[in-house]
């Protein structure tokens, strides 16, 4: 995991604005049940490039990052330099240790919880690292038949390796591994947090943010993903440039027949989840 996300770092660096604009509606859910303000310490897992942090700090509150990937860190610290920013494995680090003051009031994640190897005891180390009372708020993906994000596009690519890339299982660590809403609250529970509560969100991934159809960016994203790197690294110099490039057409033709009034959007299905340390 720490390889994959490492060779993810560059990728995600290059299309934050991207990924940004099309999550503002999972951003704003989290800010809203989290609400981090002056007086909180706030610890921000798997921070990425920092979108979280920006906006913890913006709301005069305390901001903590960790991330598996120094890519990813190094991006947020250049962001949000108020912010402390730690290289750690938030399963087991112990954070503060790592980041010293007072226990977190608040701890939240946009898509950055669902890679542990074993969610429950990450998560039971999270809660040893707030304060009683303190709110944890999440989102993250629910299956990947309701979430085109991992087969639009990417999918035209995929079919052409050998071997082809699995995709992956549910309740393994991964982008779904808490599709089952079920699971995960009891490994919310077994690992110690209370008053759980998991509820749907469902927005739409705009990639017209900008003015554009939205094409170009998304094909940016699936090219620096691990499905986009294999096939450059693969693919491409077996089939020769002009026959990668047609293949590049003929994803950029799916996406043109997913535009929505002349831009791409497709729907996005996610948790929001909310949870409280009763210690």
Same mark, same amino acid.
């Given at each position: 995991?720490r390889?994959?996300?490492?060779?993810? &770092?560059?990728?995600?660096?290059?299309?934050?604005?991207?990924f940004?604009?099309?999550?503002?509606?999972?951003?704003? /859910?989290?800010?809203?049940? @989290?609400?981090?303000?002056?007086?909180?310490?706030?610890?921000?897992v798997?921070?990425?490039?920092?979108t979280?942090?920006a906006? *913890?700090?913006?709301?005069g509150?305390? &901001?903590?990052?960790?991330?598996?990937?120094?890519?990813?860190?190094? @991006?947020?610290? #250049?962001?949000?330099?108020?912010?402390?920013?730690?290289?750690?494995? /938030?399963?087991t @680090?112990?954070?503060?240790?790592?980041?010293p003051?007072?226990?977190?009031?608040?701890?939240v994640?946009?898509?950055?919880?669902?890679?542990?190897? %074993?969610?429950?005891a990450?998560?039971a =180390?999270? +809660?040893? /690292?707030? &304060?009683p009372?303190?709110?944890?708020?999440?989102?993250?993906?629910?299956?990947l038949?309701?979430?085109?994000?991992?087969?639009?596009?990417?999918? +035209?690519?995929?079919?052409?390796?050998?071997?082809k890339?699995? *995709?992956?299982a549910?309740?393994?660590?991964g982008?779904? /591994?808490?599709?089952?809403s079920g +699971?995960?609250?009891?490994?919310?529970?077994?690992?110690?947090?209370?008053?759980?509560r998991?509820?749907?969100?469902d927005?739409?991934?705009?990639y017209g943010?900008?003015?554009? %159809?939205?094409?170009?960016e998304?094909?940016?994203?699936?090219?620096?993903?691990?499905?986009?790197?294999?096939?450059? #690294?693969?693919? +491409?110099?077996r089939?020769?440039?002009?026959?990668? #490039?047609?293949?590049?057409?003929?994803?950029?033709?799916?996406?043109?027949? =997913?535009?929505?009034?002349? &831009?791409?959007?497709?729907?996005? @299905?996610?948790?929001?989840?909310?949870?409280?340390?009763p210690?």
């Amino acid at each position: 995991m720490r390889q994959n996300w490492a060779e993810s &770092a560059a990728g995600w660096v290059a299309n934050e604005a991207v990924f940004d604009a099309v999550f503002t509606p999972v951003t704003g /859910a989290i800010l809203e049940s @989290a609400r981090p303000e002056k007086g909180l310490r706030v610890l921000d897992v798997g921070c990425g490039t920092g979108t979280l942090l920006a906006k *913890s700090t913006a709301a005069g509150a305390e &901001a903590v990052g960790v991330d598996i990937s120094e890519g990813m860190a190094a @991006a947020a610290r #250049e962001r949000v330099p108020e912010a402390t920013v730690l290289v750690a494995d /938030a399963q087991t @680090a112990d954070l503060l240790r790592e980041a010293p003051g007072s226990p977190f009031d608040r701890v939240v994640s946009r898509f950055g919880v669902m890679f542990f190897e %074993d969610s429950q005891a990450a998560f039971a =180390n999270l +809660r040893r /690292a707030t &304060a009683p009372g303190a709110r944890m708020v999440f989102a993250c993906w629910r299956s990947l038949d309701e979430n085109p994000m991992f087969s639009l596009g990417s999918a +035209r690519l995929a079919e052409r390796l050998d071997p082809k890339p699995e *995709s992956p299982a549910e309740g393994e660590p991964g982008p779904v /591994a808490f599709a089952d809403s079920g +699971r995960l609250g009891s490994l919310l529970e077994g690992a110690g947090w209370g008053e759980v509560r998991i509820d749907p969100l469902d927005f739409t991934c705009d990639y017209g943010f900008n003015g554009t %159809d939205g094409v170009e960016e998304r094909l940016g994203q699936i090219l620096s993903g691990g499905v986009g790197r294999l096939a450059q #690294e693969q693919l +491409r110099p077996r089939v020769g440039a002009d026959e990668w #490039e047609s293949l590049l057409d003929e994803v950029r033709e799916e996406l043109r027949r =997913n535009r929505v009034d002349g &831009a791409l959007r497709f729907p996005g @299905a996610v948790w929001i989840v909310n949870a409280v340390n009763p210690a």
